[in-house]
């Protein structure tokens, strides 16, 4: 079984597979008579179709390591994952080899850390490693599929080699 290490979250090394949301650097405005700073347009969302829509998900907590045999991904539209509370989640994402996902990325937010997958990005499910598991989903609302599913020929384990899943 391919073992896959997962590390900390890091906007350049997932920027292939889109966005890290957070309020790393100073805020682009301060707003509300200068109580609050607003970290402005920080996905990159895309619909072919359709339009935005925010659902609330409850997701069962997994731990690691964790036992990989699914990805999935949106054609028409990216999909956002904004936790509901500041426990870090898994995040796994893959290159895509067109038809079928290539070489798999684990990686483990930080508190306070979000994610924007762009369009057609292979990656696993919603994964928290915390209770309660509850997220807002920012992603296509639109007639039509928009969902591929992919079983791994082989599972494969990612790992927690730093405890990253411990950080709460």
Same mark, same amino acid.
């Given at each position: ?6 590390? $900390? ?6 920027? $292939?597979?889109?966005?890290? %949301?957070?309020?790393? @650097? ?7 008579? @200068? %109580? ?9 969302l895309d619909f072919?179709? @359709? &339009?935005? @829509? #925010? ?16 990805l999935e991904r ?29 070489? #798999? &990325? ?16 292979? &990656? ?5 490693? &915390? ?19 992919? #079983? ?8 927690? $080699?730093?405890? %990253?899943?411990?950080?709460?």
């Amino acid at each position: 079984m391919e073992t896959i290490a997962a590390r $900390p979250l890091e906007a350049t090394a997932f920027a $292939p597979f889109g966005d890290v %949301l957070d309020i790393s @650097g100073a805020p682009d405005r301060i707003i509300n008579q @200068g %109580l609050c700073g607003r970290y402005h347009d920080r996905a990159r969302l895309d619909f072919g179709d @359709g &339009h935005a @829509g #925010i659902s609330l998900f409850s997701a069962e907590t997994r731990s690691l390591p964790y036992r990989l045999d699914l990805l999935e991904r949106h054609p028409d539209g990216s999909q956002a994952f904004v936790p509901m509370t500041l426990a870090p989640f898994l995040v796994i994402v893959a290159e895509d080899l067109g038809d079928r996902p290539g070489d #798999i &990325h684990a990686f483990v937010t930080e508190p306070g850390q979000a994610v924007n997958f762009l369009r057609g990005t292979w &990656h696993g499910v919603l994964t928290p490693l &915390h209770d309660p598991g509850l997220f807002a989903v920012i992603d296509r609302i639109g007639a039509g599929g928009n969902l591929e599913e992919y #079983i791994l020929p082989e599972p494969a384990l990612v790992t927690d $080699p730093e405890g %990253l899943a411990e950080r709460v």
